[in-house]
C-alpha cells in the first residue's frame, strides 16, 4: 500500500518537473534562438540598410564611406542608379558576364560530376580503385598552387582574359567532385541495374532510361553548387581576367575591386552595398528554394565521408 | 551499445598494398609483352614496330589506319617540334627540360629561352610520350586479342562492334574521357608543373622570357632548416598558427552547429524551418560580402567600436582585426567569426543525422528505463559523434585550407617587422597566395603547397582508412 503511493507520488512529482523544463525549454529555447538570429542576419541586415542610405554633405554629395551610426538620415535607391552609371565599374556589365560564365560552368560541370560519380559508383572496370585514389591525392593539394601554372597553360592557348577562359578553369576540373553524387548513386540498388541488363538495356540506356530521371535530388543539388561557385569566387577571377580587363570582369572581384582594388574608393560603400544586394539576392532565392536538395546532399556527402 | 564493427587494418598496411599492386602490374606488362611478340602472329609482331598492322593483318582497317594515324601524329610531332609561343613541343622540350634553357639573350638580341615554358612544355612531352606508349600497348593488345579469337574460331569484332561497346561495356570509357581530359590540362598538368617549380630558383628576381632559372634539387626545402630569409624565419610560426586555427575551427564548428541543430530540433522550438532558413542565409550569401561587411563593421572607427564607445564600455576604438603588437585579438576574432560562417554548415549536417537516428535505439532505451538526460548522453551524442567522425577529420584537412575568411577578414596582417610576405594571421595558403600571385616567389609558393600536401594527404589517408564508407563499400553494393 505504502509503496504505490510512494510510486504514485513520483510519477507526479517527475511529471512536475518534466513541465518544468518543458517551459524552460520553449522560453529559454526561443530566447536563445532570437539571439542568435540576429547576431547571424545582423551583417546582412547592415548591409542591406547601408544600400539605401543616401546622405549628402554640405557640399551636396552623396556619402557613400562606411558611418559610425546604424541608421541612414535618408533612403533612396540613389546606389542603385549610380551603381549603374558608374564608367569604371560597369557593375550591369559583370553581372551579365556572370550569368554567361555560370551558365556554362553549370552545364558542363553537372555533366562531367554525373558522369564521373556514376561511373564510379555503378561500373566495374579494371582502373577503378586506381581512379579513386588519384582523385582523392589531387584533391589535396591547394588549389591556388597550381593557379599560375593555369593561367599560363590558358596563355599558351591565347585564352587569358577571356570569359571561355574562366568557364574552362571552373569546370574542367569539376569531375574531381564526385563524391557527393557517388554516395547518392551508391544508394540505387544494384538489382535494379541488372534486371535491366537482363532485358538487354546497355549500360548507356541504362543511365539514360533508369538513372537519371531517378536523380532529380543530385543534379540539383549539383546544379546549384556549380552555379553559385561563379557568383562567389574573386580570387581565379581576378588571376585570370586580371584587374585591368574591367570589361570582363565577374561580379564578385569587381565588387572586391571597388573597396580593395587599384581604383578603389572609399566613398563607394554604399555602391558596394547596393550591387551585394543585387548579387546576393538571385542565388539566395535559387539557394532558398532549392534548400531541400542542398540539406540532402550536404548530409549525404557527410555521412559517405 | 554495439556500433557496425569496423574491423581494423594499419593504413600502412593499406599504401603497402597501394605502391605492391603498381610494382606487379609492372611487372606483368613486361612478362605479357615479351610472350606477345614470340607467339603473336605476324600482325602481332609487326605491331609492335608499325602500330595498326595487326589490324591491317585482320582485316579490320578503320582501326588500323586510326592507329597509324596515331602514330604519324606522335612521329611528327617529336621530330618537327611545333613552337608555341617561341617554345617547342617534342624532342626538344625534352632536351629543355633537363637545361631549362642555354641562351640567356642580350639586350638586343630579341628573345631569349623562356625557362618556364620551356619546362612546361617538357612535362606536356612526357605527358604526350606517356599517352603514346598508352596507346602502343593497346594497338598490340587488340592483335593478341584477335589473334587469340582465331585461334578459337570465334569472329572478330567488327568496327561497328567497337563502337557499339563504347556504349555498353565500355561505356565507363564515353563517360570518363571528357570529365579526365578536363582534370589532366586544368589540374594534373599544372600541379606537377608547380612540383618541379619547388626544385627550381625561380623566384621574384626572375622575370620568365628574360632571365633564365636553373634546377636547384633540394635546396629550397633544406633553407626552412637551415637557411636564412623568409621561409626559414616563417615557416614554423605559421604551420603553428594553421594547425591551431584547424583545430579551433574545427571543434568550434562542430560542437555549435551540434548544440544549434539539437535546439532547433527539439519537440518543443516552433517555426523550426524559420530558424534553420535563417542560418542557411549565410550559406546562400557570398562570403566577400558577408566577411567585408563584417571587417567594415569592425573597423576602428566602425560601426560596433562607436556603438562600444557610447555605451561607455571602452574610451578607444578597439582594432579587432588589425592589433599591431601579437596578434593574438585579431586571431581571437578570426576564429569567432569563423563560427559564424562555419555553423550554418554543421547544424544542417546534424540536422539530418539527428533525424535519421534509428528509432528502435529510443525505444530500447526508454524500455530499460532511461530519462531523457541518459538518453541525450548515452544515445543521441554518441551516435552523432561517430557518425561524423570521418567529417570532423575532413573539416579539419579543409580548415588547413580554408582561404576566404582569413584573405577577406585580416589579408594576413598585422605584419611582422621584417618585412616578411607572412604577417601574423596568415595560414599555410594565404601565405603560399602571396608569395606566387602577389611577389612571384614561385619556388617558395610551390614549396609551401607540397608541404601543405603533405599534412592535408596524412589526415586524409587516416579519414579514408578509418571511415566505415571506404571499408564496406564493396561489402555494401
Not at chain 1, 507526479?12 to 534562438?33: A, C
Not at chain 1, 564578385?252 to 551585394?276: C, K, P, R, V
Not at chain 2, 598496411?13 to 603498381?22: C, S
Not at chain 2, 566602425?302 to 582594432?319: A, F, Q, S, V, W
Request: charged share 15%; proline share 3%; with cysteine.
Amino acid at each position: 500500500m505504502m509503496n504505490t503511493q510512494a510510486i504514485e507520488q513520483n510519477k507526479k512529482k517527475r511529471m512536475g518537473s518534466l513541465k518544468r523544463e518543458k517551459y524552460f525549454t520553449i522560453i529559454f529555447g526561443h530566447l536563445l534562438l532570437v539571439v542568435l538570429a540576429v547576431i547571424w542576419l545582423y551583417p546582412i541586415l547592415w548591409i542591406i540598410l547601408q544600400s539605401f542610405r543616401v546622405e549628402y554633405n554640405d557640399q551636396n554629395q552623396l556619402v557613400g564611406i562606411v558611418v559610425s551610426h546604424y541608421f541612414p538620415k535618408g533612403l533612396g535607391v540613389q546606389n542603385y542608379v549610380n551603381l549603374f552609371n558608374n564608367s569604371t565599374f560597369v557593375f550591369g556589365r559583370w553581372w551579365l558576364n556572370t550569368l554567361f560564365v555560370s551558365f556554362f560552368t553549370f552545364i558542363i560541370s553537372t555533366l562531367f560530376v554525373l558522369s564521373v560519380a556514376y561511373v564510379m559508383s555503378k561500373l566495374k572496370f579494371k582502373s577503378r580503385k586506381v581512379f579513386l585514389s588519384t582523385a582523392i591525392i589531387l584533391g589535396l593539394f591547394p588549389g591556388f598552387m597550381s593557379m599560375i601554372a593555369i593561367y599560363y597553360i590558358l596563355k599558351a592557348m591565347s585564352l587569358t582574359g577571356s570569359l571561355p577562359a574562366l568557364i574552362l578553369v571552373y569546370s574542367a576540373g569539376a569531375g574531381l567532385g564526385f563524391y557527393v553524387g557517388k554516395g547518392f548513386f551508391d544508394i540505387i540498388p544494384n538489382s535494379l541495374i541488372e534486371s535491366a541488363r537482363l532485358d538487354g538495356c546497355t549500360n548507356a540506356g541504362i543511365f539514360a532510361k533508369i538513372i537519371l530521371p531517378m536523380s532529380k535530388p543530385i543534379i540539383i543539388y549539383t546544379a546549384i553548387t556549380t552555379f553559385m561557385g561563379p557568383w562567389m569566387d574573386f580570387i581565379f577571377a581576378k588571376t585570370i581576367i586580371g584587374e585591368k580587363n574591367r570589361a570582363n570582369l565577374t561580379v564578385a572581384f569587381g565588387l572586391y575591386s571597388m573597396i580593395y582594388g587599384e581604383q578603389s574608393d572609399s566613398n563607394l560603400f554604399t555602391t558596394f552595398a547596393a550591387g551585394s544586394v543585387l548579387v546576393a539576392l538571385p542565388i539566395v532565392i535559387l539557394f532558398i528554394s532549392m534548400q531541400k536538395y542542398y540539406v540532402e546532399g550536404v548530409t549525404a556527402g557527410s555521412v559517405k565521408g | 551499445m554495439e556500433y557496425p564493427n569496423t574491423k581494423k587494418k594499419n593504413f600502412f598496411l593499406h599504401v603497402g598494398d597501394f605502391f605492391l599492386n603498381i610494382g606487379k602490374g609492372f611487372v606483368n606488362r613486361f612478362v605479357k609483352f615479351g610472350t606477345r611478340f614470340k607467339e603473336g602472329s605476324l600482325g602481332t609482331k609487326m605491331s609492335h614496330f608499325i602500330m595498326g598492322s595487326g589490324n591491317f593483318y585482320h582485316k579490320r582497317i578503320t582501326k588500323g589506319i586510326i592507329y597509324l594515324l596515331l602514330q604519324i601524329g606522335f612521329i611528327l610531332i617529336m621530330v618537327l617540334n611545333p613552337k608555341v609561343n617561341n617554345t617547342p613541343i617534342g624532342y626538344k622540350a625534352i632536351v629543355n627540360f633537363f637545361t631549362l634553357g642555354t641562351n640567356e639573350g642580350g639586350l638586343f638580341t630579341g628573345p631569349t629561352d623562356n625557362s618556364m615554358l620551356m619546362l612546361l612544355f617538357g612535362v606536356v612531352t612526357f605527358g604526350i610520350i606517356g599517352i603514346f606508349i598508352f596507346t602502343w600497348n593497346s594497338s598490340i593488345k587488340s592483335s593478341a586479342l584477335a589473334d587469340q579469337l582465331k585461334k578459337e574460331g570465334k569472329p572478330l569484332n567488327t568496327f561497328k562492334d567497337d563502337l557499339h561497346s563504347l556504349i555498353d561495356e565500355k561505356f565507363h570509357l564515353t563517360m570518363l574521357t571528357p570529365a579526365i581530359l578536363g582534370v589532366i590540362m586544368f589540374t594534373i598538368l599544372p600541379t606537377i608543373f608547380m612540383i618541379f617549380i619547388a626544385f627550381t630558383d625561380y623566384d621574384s628576381s626572375v622575370i620568365a622570357g628574360q632571365h633564365l632559372f636553373n634546377w636547384v634539387g633540394f635546396k629550397n626545402f633544406t633553407n626552412i632548416f637551415t637557411g636564412k630569409g623568409e621561409i626559414a624565419v616563417r615557416f614554423i610560426p605559421v604551420l603553428t598558427w594553421t594547425l591551431i586555427w584547424a583545430f579551433f575551427a574545427t571543434f568550434t564548428n562542430y560542437f555549435g552547429g551540434i548544440l544549434v541543430a539539437l535546439l532547433i530540433n527539439n519537440k518543443h522550438i516552433k517555426f523550426k524551418k524559420v530558424w534553420r532558413t535563417v542560418f542557411m542565409l549565410t550559406i546562400a550569401i557570398p562570403q566577400f560580402i558577408s566577411l567585408l561587411a563584417i571587417r567594415l563593421l569592425l573597423s576602428k572607427s566602425g560601426p560596433i567600436n562607436t556603438m562600444l564607445i557610447d555605451l561607455g564600455l571602452i574610451k578607444e576604438g578597439i582594432e579587432f582585426l588589425g592589433s599591431a603588437t601579437n596578434g593574438i585579438v585579431p586571431k581571437i576574432m578570426i576564429i569567432l567569426i569563423n563560427i559564424w560562417v562555419g555553423i550554418p554548415f554543421t547544424m544542417l549536417m546534424t540536422s539530418g543525422i539527428l533525424m535519421n537516428i534509428p528509432q528502435d535505439l529510443y525505444e530500447a532505451a526508454v524500455i530499460d528505463g532511461a530519462n531523457r538526460r541518459q538518453v541525450f548522453f548515452k544515445i543521441t551524442l554518441p551516435y552523432v559523434i561517430f557518425v561524423t567522425t570521418p567529417y570532423l577529420i575532413s573539416s579539419f584537412v579543409g580548415n588547413i585550407t580554408s582561404f576566404n575568411i582569413i584573405f577577406l577578414l585580416t589579408g594576413g596582417g598585422p605584419a611582422v617587422p621584417g618585412g616578411y610576405t607572412a604577417g601574423r594571421t596568415d595560414l599555410l595558403v594565404t601565405w603560399l597566395y602571396k608569395l606566387t600571385i602577389d611577389e612571384g616567389n614561385y619556388n617558395l609558393g610551390a614549396v609551401i603547397g607540397i608541404l601543405t600536401f603533405l599534412i592535408t594527404a596524412t589526415g586524409t589517408l587516416l579519414t579514408y582508412r578509418r571511415s566505415q564508407a571506404f571499408k564496406e563499400e564493396d561489402a555494401f553494393q
